[in-house]
């Protein structure tokens, strides 16, 4: 089974960055796709890239593109989330998630292994 697990999150304002990091052993024998989702409070589960764990391949919700960049170190079993340009709007819980049919999709309810999370704040 895999366990992801995210870290990286913080308080930033608004036009900084962070790097979000997502460790899950093993993810590239059993899983389609990595990606990050978000929630904020009172908002339902959206997605915000994935990347082919296997080939060639990343994508992006609309919200995020040109500033979000999702990539991965195979030997290091890890998935990044560079976060560029912030903005408040960004703030949210984010989750690694291991699994997926097409990466493409961004469908949460095709991902099976979800991290804990990690909360990013962004001041206006």
């Known amino acids: 089974q895999i366990q992801p697990m995210e870290s990286g999150g913080g308080s930033v304002q608004a036009g900084g960055s962070l790097n979000l990091s997502c460790i899950a052993v093993k993810y590239t024998y059993t899983t389609n796709c990595m990606a990050w989702f978000r929630q904020a409070p009172g908002n339902e589960r959206e997605a915000v890239a994935s990347i082919v764990t296997r080939g060639l391949g990343t994508f992006y919700a609309d919200s995020v593109k040109g500033r979000f960049t999702i990539s991965q170190d195979v030997a290091k079993e890890t998935v990044y989330l560079q976060m560029n340009n912030l903005k408040h709007e960004d703030t949210a819980m984010y989750y690694c998630?291991?699994?997926?049919?097409?990466?493409?999709?961004?469908?949460?309810?095709?991902?099976?292994?979800w991290g804990q999370g990690t909360q990013v704040t962004v001041s206006s």
């Open positions: 998630a291991a699994g997926g049919v097409v990466c493409s999709d961004l469908f949460p309810s095709t991902y099976s292994y």
